[in-house]
Protein backbone atom coordinates (compact mmCIF):
# COMPACT_ATOMS: atom_id res chain seq x y z
CA UNK A 1 0.00 0.00 0.00
CA UNK A 2 1.27 3.55 -0.67
CA UNK A 3 0.20 6.56 0.84
CA UNK A 4 0.50 9.58 -1.64
CA UNK A 5 -0.63 12.91 -1.53
CA UNK A 6 -1.75 14.65 -5.06
CA UNK A 7 -2.30 18.03 -5.01
CA UNK A 8 -4.45 20.70 -3.12
CA UNK A 9 -8.15 19.97 -4.15
CA UNK A 10 -7.89 16.02 -2.59
CA UNK A 11 -6.03 17.65 0.10
CA UNK A 12 -8.80 19.46 0.85
CA UNK A 13 -11.27 16.67 0.58
CA UNK A 14 -9.16 14.39 2.37
CA UNK A 15 -8.25 16.49 5.73
CA UNK A 16 -12.20 17.33 5.72
CA UNK A 17 -13.13 13.23 5.86
CA UNK A 18 -10.89 12.88 8.59
CA UNK A 19 -11.57 16.06 10.61
CA UNK A 20 -15.92 14.50 10.02
CA UNK A 21 -14.90 11.27 11.22
CA UNK A 22 -12.88 12.56 14.16
CA UNK A 23 -16.14 14.96 14.80
CA UNK A 24 -18.18 11.78 14.60
CA UNK A 25 -16.14 9.48 17.44
CA UNK A 26 -15.29 13.02 19.39
CA UNK A 27 -17.40 15.68 19.14
CA UNK A 28 -15.77 19.21 19.72
CA UNK A 29 -12.25 18.30 18.90
CA UNK A 30 -9.84 20.10 17.38
CA UNK A 31 -9.24 19.43 13.54
CA UNK A 32 -6.38 18.03 12.61
CA UNK A 33 -5.67 20.99 10.00
CA UNK A 34 -5.32 23.31 12.76
CA UNK A 35 -1.00 24.11 11.43
CA UNK A 36 1.15 26.89 12.57
CA UNK A 37 3.18 25.45 9.88
CA UNK A 38 4.16 28.14 7.12
CA UNK A 39 1.71 28.40 3.78
CA UNK A 40 4.59 29.38 1.77
CA UNK A 41 6.31 25.49 1.64
CA UNK A 42 6.48 24.00 -1.82
CA UNK A 43 8.19 21.34 -2.78
CA UNK A 44 7.95 17.20 -2.40
CA UNK A 45 9.17 15.63 0.76
CA UNK A 46 8.98 11.51 0.30
CA UNK A 47 8.49 9.39 3.75
CA UNK A 48 8.90 5.02 3.45
CA UNK A 49 9.18 3.43 6.73
CA UNK A 50 6.81 2.07 9.96
CA UNK A 51 3.47 0.63 8.87
CA UNK A 52 2.46 1.44 12.41
CA UNK A 53 2.61 4.66 11.62
CA UNK A 54 0.32 4.50 8.49
CA UNK A 55 -3.09 5.80 9.64
CA UNK A 56 -1.13 8.60 11.86
CA UNK A 57 1.00 9.64 8.48
CA UNK A 58 -2.22 9.45 6.32
CA UNK A 59 -3.82 12.41 8.84
CA UNK A 60 -0.87 14.02 8.97
CA UNK A 61 -0.29 14.41 5.87
CA UNK A 62 -3.90 15.30 4.80
CA UNK A 63 -3.52 18.43 7.66
CA UNK A 64 -0.52 19.52 6.97
CA UNK A 65 -0.75 19.91 3.33
CA UNK A 66 -4.64 21.60 3.60
CA UNK A 67 -2.61 24.94 5.08
CA UNK A 68 0.69 24.07 2.39
CA UNK A 69 -0.92 23.41 -0.43
CA UNK A 70 1.89 23.56 -2.53
CA UNK A 71 3.43 20.94 -0.50
CA UNK A 72 3.58 16.97 -2.08
CA UNK A 73 4.01 14.84 0.42
CA UNK A 74 4.18 10.93 -0.09
CA UNK A 75 4.58 8.35 2.60
CA UNK A 76 5.30 4.02 2.25
CA UNK A 77 4.58 2.08 4.63
CA UNK A 78 7.33 -0.47 3.85
CA UNK A 79 8.44 -1.23 7.11
CA UNK A 80 10.45 0.30 9.49
CA UNK A 81 13.72 -1.39 8.45
CA UNK A 82 12.81 -0.60 4.71
CA UNK A 83 12.34 2.98 5.64
CA UNK A 84 15.58 3.37 7.65
CA UNK A 85 17.21 1.54 4.50
CA UNK A 86 15.76 4.07 2.50
CA UNK A 87 16.73 7.14 4.27
CA UNK A 88 20.02 5.67 4.76
CA UNK A 89 20.94 4.73 0.95
CA UNK A 90 18.59 8.52 0.00
CA UNK A 91 15.75 7.40 -1.74
CA UNK A 92 13.50 8.69 1.43
CA UNK A 93 14.09 12.31 2.39
CA UNK A 94 12.43 10.89 6.06
CA UNK A 95 12.31 7.34 7.50
CA UNK A 96 9.04 6.20 9.62
CA UNK A 97 10.86 3.77 11.92
CA UNK A 98 9.02 1.94 15.82
CA UNK A 99 12.95 1.29 16.40
CA UNK A 100 15.58 4.30 16.86
CA UNK A 101 18.72 3.88 14.74
CA UNK A 102 21.08 0.96 15.51
CA UNK A 103 25.15 2.06 15.94
CA UNK A 104 26.11 0.58 12.84
CA UNK A 105 23.24 2.07 10.75
CA UNK A 106 24.67 5.18 12.73
CA UNK A 107 28.29 4.44 11.30
CA UNK A 108 27.00 4.88 8.12
CA UNK A 109 27.25 7.87 5.53
CA UNK A 110 23.54 8.91 4.85
CA UNK A 111 23.38 9.79 1.35
CA UNK A 112 20.78 12.76 1.44
CA UNK A 113 22.73 14.19 4.55
CA UNK A 114 25.07 17.24 4.19
CA UNK A 115 28.82 15.83 4.42
CA UNK A 116 29.84 14.77 8.18
CA UNK A 117 25.84 14.76 8.68
CA UNK A 118 23.98 11.64 10.37
CA UNK A 119 19.91 10.91 11.07
CA UNK A 120 18.31 11.73 14.22
CA UNK A 121 15.16 10.11 15.47
CA UNK A 122 12.33 12.07 16.39
CA UNK A 123 9.77 10.65 18.13
CA UNK A 124 6.33 11.24 16.87
CA UNK A 125 4.01 8.31 17.41
CA UNK A 126 3.03 6.15 20.93
CA UNK A 127 1.02 3.28 20.54
CA UNK A 128 0.72 0.23 23.37
CA UNK A 129 1.58 -3.41 20.80
CA UNK A 130 -1.48 -5.64 21.31
CA UNK A 131 -1.00 -9.39 22.00
CA UNK A 132 -4.14 -9.79 19.57
CA UNK A 133 -6.10 -13.24 19.05
CA UNK A 134 -8.26 -14.98 16.66
CA UNK A 135 -10.19 -17.73 19.28
CA UNK A 136 -14.20 -18.34 18.87
CA UNK A 137 -15.50 -18.11 22.43
CA UNK A 138 -12.79 -17.25 24.11
CA UNK A 139 -12.82 -13.75 25.89
CA UNK A 140 -10.94 -11.70 28.03
CA UNK A 141 -7.44 -13.77 27.87
CA UNK A 142 -5.63 -13.32 30.85
CA UNK A 143 -1.15 -13.59 30.08
CA UNK A 144 1.83 -12.88 31.29
CA UNK A 145 5.40 -12.04 29.88
CA UNK A 146 6.72 -15.96 30.27
CA UNK A 147 3.83 -17.37 28.54
CA UNK A 148 3.31 -15.10 25.90
CA UNK A 149 7.53 -15.89 25.58
CA UNK A 150 6.68 -19.54 25.34
CA UNK A 151 3.58 -19.27 23.03
CA UNK A 152 5.87 -17.01 20.37
CA UNK A 153 8.72 -19.53 20.81
CA UNK A 154 6.74 -22.69 20.23
CA UNK A 155 7.34 -24.24 23.11
CA UNK A 156 3.48 -23.82 24.19
CA UNK A 157 1.68 -25.58 21.20
CA UNK A 158 -2.10 -25.54 22.61
CA UNK A 159 -4.27 -22.96 23.52
CA UNK A 160 -5.61 -25.65 27.01
CA UNK A 161 -1.61 -25.89 27.52
CA UNK A 162 -1.33 -25.43 31.37
CA UNK A 163 0.58 -22.40 31.61
CA UNK A 164 -2.65 -20.76 29.84
CA UNK A 165 -5.23 -22.65 32.10
CA UNK A 166 -3.25 -20.86 35.48
CA UNK A 167 -3.91 -17.59 34.34
CA UNK A 168 -7.54 -18.22 32.89
CA UNK A 169 -9.30 -20.10 35.57
CA UNK A 170 -13.15 -20.57 34.35
CA UNK A 171 -12.05 -19.69 31.05
CA UNK A 172 -13.04 -22.54 27.97
CA UNK A 173 -9.98 -22.96 26.16
CA UNK A 174 -9.77 -25.46 23.12
CA UNK A 175 -7.29 -28.27 22.81
CA UNK A 176 -6.71 -26.62 19.15
CA UNK A 177 -2.80 -25.78 18.28
CA UNK A 178 -1.64 -22.49 18.30
CA UNK A 179 -0.72 -20.84 15.11
CA UNK A 180 1.34 -18.10 15.88
CA UNK A 181 1.81 -15.85 13.31
CA UNK A 182 4.67 -12.83 13.25
CA UNK A 183 6.63 -10.94 10.88
CA UNK A 184 7.93 -11.51 8.40
CA UNK A 185 9.71 -8.30 7.08
CA UNK A 186 12.56 -6.14 9.38
CA UNK A 187 9.93 -4.90 11.98
CA UNK A 188 10.17 -1.85 14.59
CA UNK A 189 7.21 -3.35 15.89
CA UNK A 190 9.31 -6.62 16.12
CA UNK A 191 12.26 -5.03 17.68
CA UNK A 192 9.83 -3.77 20.58
CA UNK A 193 8.00 -6.82 21.19
CA UNK A 194 11.27 -9.27 21.77
CA UNK A 195 12.77 -6.32 23.41
CA UNK A 196 9.92 -6.78 26.18
CA UNK A 197 9.93 -10.50 25.87
CA UNK A 198 13.64 -10.69 26.54
CA UNK A 199 13.54 -8.13 29.63
CA UNK A 200 10.44 -9.47 31.56
CA UNK A 201 10.89 -13.53 30.42
CA UNK A 202 14.33 -13.90 29.99
CA UNK A 203 14.34 -17.73 30.81
CA UNK A 204 12.17 -18.37 28.29
CA UNK A 205 12.50 -15.96 25.42
CA UNK A 206 16.62 -17.13 24.82
CA UNK A 207 16.93 -14.86 22.22
CA UNK A 208 17.97 -10.49 21.93
CA UNK A 209 15.99 -8.06 20.78
CA UNK A 210 16.02 -7.97 17.43
CA UNK A 211 13.68 -6.52 14.38
CA UNK A 212 14.00 -10.13 12.70
CA UNK A 213 11.38 -12.84 14.24
CA UNK A 214 14.08 -15.22 15.82
CA UNK A 215 11.66 -18.32 15.65
CA UNK A 216 10.86 -20.57 12.84
CA UNK A 217 7.34 -20.98 13.98
CA UNK A 218 3.76 -20.28 13.08
CA UNK A 219 2.84 -18.10 10.00
CA UNK A 220 4.54 -14.94 8.53
CA UNK A 221 3.10 -11.81 7.13
CA UNK A 222 4.69 -8.43 5.65
CA UNK A 223 3.43 -5.36 7.57
CA UNK A 224 0.85 -4.41 10.28
CA UNK A 225 -1.94 -5.39 7.68
CA UNK A 226 -0.38 -8.26 6.77
CA UNK A 227 -0.33 -9.35 10.51
CA UNK A 228 -3.87 -8.53 11.16
CA UNK A 229 -5.52 -10.35 7.61
CA UNK A 230 -3.32 -13.29 8.32
CA UNK A 231 -4.64 -13.92 12.49
CA UNK A 232 -8.15 -12.69 10.98
CA UNK A 233 -8.02 -15.84 8.44
CA UNK A 234 -6.98 -18.43 10.14
CA UNK A 235 -9.23 -19.89 13.75
CA UNK A 236 -6.75 -20.45 16.91
CA UNK A 237 -4.17 -17.91 16.06
CA UNK A 238 -2.25 -15.03 18.22
CA UNK A 239 -0.19 -12.45 16.80
CA UNK A 240 1.92 -9.14 18.09
CA UNK A 241 0.39 -5.82 16.45
CA UNK A 242 0.38 -1.92 16.56
CA UNK A 243 -3.35 -1.23 18.23
CA UNK A 244 -3.89 0.88 15.30
CA UNK A 245 -4.19 -2.45 13.33
CA UNK A 246 -5.90 -4.61 15.71
CA UNK A 247 -9.67 -4.37 15.11
CA UNK A 248 -11.95 -6.80 14.55
CA UNK A 249 -9.18 -9.04 17.10
CA UNK A 250 -9.64 -9.94 20.50
CA UNK A 251 -6.53 -8.34 22.58
CA UNK A 252 -5.12 -10.03 25.47
CA UNK A 253 -4.80 -8.72 28.68
CA UNK A 254 -1.09 -8.44 30.24
CA UNK A 255 -0.02 -8.84 33.85
CA UNK A 256 2.31 -5.93 34.82
CA UNK A 257 3.42 -6.71 38.42
CA UNK A 258 0.43 -8.32 40.22
CA UNK A 259 -2.10 -7.37 37.83
CA UNK A 260 -4.02 -7.91 34.94
CA UNK A 261 -4.23 -4.86 32.73
CA UNK A 262 -6.43 -4.23 29.97
CA UNK A 263 -4.71 -2.23 26.54
CA UNK A 264 -4.51 1.52 27.22
CA UNK A 265 -2.73 4.48 25.20
CA UNK A 266 -3.08 6.00 28.25
CA UNK A 267 -0.57 3.07 30.17
CA UNK A 268 1.97 3.08 27.16
CA UNK A 269 1.91 7.02 27.28
CA UNK A 270 2.61 6.68 30.88
CA UNK A 271 5.74 4.35 30.56
CA UNK A 272 7.12 6.58 27.88
CA UNK A 273 6.98 9.27 30.05
CA UNK A 274 9.13 7.82 33.03
CA UNK A 275 11.30 6.08 30.75
CA UNK A 276 14.88 8.32 29.97
CA UNK A 277 16.39 9.55 27.01
CA UNK A 278 19.25 6.70 25.67
CA UNK A 279 22.50 7.86 26.59
CA UNK A 280 25.19 8.01 24.37
CA UNK A 281 23.80 9.41 21.17
CA UNK A 282 24.16 12.80 19.26
CA UNK A 283 22.46 15.75 21.14
CA UNK A 284 19.23 16.05 19.13
CA UNK A 285 18.72 12.36 18.72
CA UNK A 286 15.93 11.63 21.08
CA UNK A 287 15.64 8.01 21.00
CA UNK A 288 14.08 6.63 23.90
CA UNK A 289 15.08 3.67 26.61
CA UNK A 290 12.20 2.42 27.07
CA UNK A 291 11.48 1.15 30.65
CA UNK A 292 10.27 -2.41 30.20
CA UNK A 293 9.53 -3.63 33.39
CA UNK A 294 7.56 -0.25 34.64
CA UNK A 295 4.68 -2.05 36.81
CA UNK A 296 3.02 0.92 37.75
CA UNK A 297 -0.53 -0.08 38.31
CA UNK A 298 -2.22 0.84 34.86
CA UNK A 299 1.38 1.10 32.89
CA UNK A 300 1.73 -0.88 29.16
CA UNK A 301 5.37 -1.83 29.14
CA UNK A 302 4.31 -3.80 25.84
CA UNK A 303 4.76 -0.37 23.82
CA UNK A 304 6.56 0.81 20.84
CA UNK A 305 8.21 4.46 20.12
CA UNK A 306 7.89 5.45 16.41
CA UNK A 307 10.35 8.09 15.10
CA UNK A 308 10.50 10.31 12.43
CA UNK A 309 14.46 9.91 11.44
CA UNK A 310 16.00 12.88 9.64
CA UNK A 311 18.90 14.85 9.01
CA UNK A 312 20.89 17.00 11.38
CA UNK A 313 21.60 18.49 7.95
CA UNK A 314 20.60 18.29 4.62
CA UNK A 315 22.60 18.50 1.30
CA UNK A 316 19.53 20.37 0.28
CA UNK A 317 18.17 23.29 2.49
CA UNK A 318 14.71 22.69 0.58
CA UNK A 319 14.37 19.65 1.94
CA UNK A 320 15.65 20.77 5.39
CA UNK A 321 12.80 23.50 5.25
CA UNK A 322 9.69 20.47 4.51
CA UNK A 323 11.20 18.16 7.05
CA UNK A 324 11.14 20.81 9.49
CA UNK A 325 7.65 22.07 8.70
CA UNK A 326 5.97 19.20 8.64
CA UNK A 327 7.36 16.94 12.01
CA UNK A 328 6.95 20.80 13.73
CA UNK A 329 3.25 20.33 12.76
CA UNK A 330 3.34 16.39 13.95
CA UNK A 331 4.21 17.30 17.29
CA UNK A 332 1.34 19.90 17.53
CA UNK A 333 -1.38 19.41 19.99
CA UNK A 334 -3.90 19.39 16.73
CA UNK A 335 -1.72 16.74 14.96
CA UNK A 336 -1.09 14.40 18.30
CA UNK A 337 -4.85 14.57 18.88
CA UNK A 338 -6.24 13.67 15.38
CA UNK A 339 -3.89 10.80 15.36
CA UNK A 340 -4.85 9.58 18.70
CA UNK A 341 -8.58 9.91 17.34
CA UNK A 342 -7.68 7.79 14.07
CA UNK A 343 -5.35 5.66 15.11
CA UNK A 344 -5.89 4.99 18.37
CA UNK A 345 -2.08 6.46 19.11
CA UNK A 346 -0.85 8.37 23.03
CA UNK A 347 -0.37 11.83 21.76
CA UNK A 348 3.40 13.01 23.33
CA UNK A 349 3.48 14.56 26.58
CA UNK A 350 4.29 18.21 26.72
CA UNK A 351 7.59 17.65 27.84
CA UNK A 352 8.63 15.44 24.77
CA UNK A 353 6.85 17.28 22.75
CA UNK A 354 8.78 19.92 23.24
CA UNK A 355 12.28 18.24 23.17
CA UNK A 356 11.21 17.39 19.68
CA UNK A 357 10.36 20.89 18.81
CA UNK A 358 13.21 22.02 20.16
CA UNK A 359 15.29 19.45 17.93
CA UNK A 360 13.64 19.72 14.69
CA UNK A 361 14.67 23.45 15.22
CA UNK A 362 18.19 22.83 14.98
CA UNK A 363 17.73 20.99 11.39
CA UNK A 364 19.08 22.65 8.56
Request: proline fraction near 4%; include cysteine; aromatic fraction near 6%.
Amino acid sequence: MKLKRLGAPLAILAAAAISLTACASNEGSTPATTSAAPSNLSGTLNGIGSSAQGTAQTTWIAGFQQDNPKVTINYDPQGSGAGRTSFISGAADYAGSDAALKDAELASTFAGCAAGSKGIDLPVYISPIAVAYNVDGLKDLKLDAATIAGIFSGAIKTWNDPKIAALNSGATLPSANITVVHRSDDSGTTQNFTDYLAANAPEVWTKPAGQTFPFQVGDAAKGTSGVADATKNAKNSITYIDESGSAGLSIAQLKVGDNFEKISADGAAAVVAASPIASGREANDLAIQINRKDTTKGAWPLVLVSYVIACQEYKDSAKADLVKGYVDYIVSDAAQKAAAEQAGSAPLSSDLASKVSKAVATIK
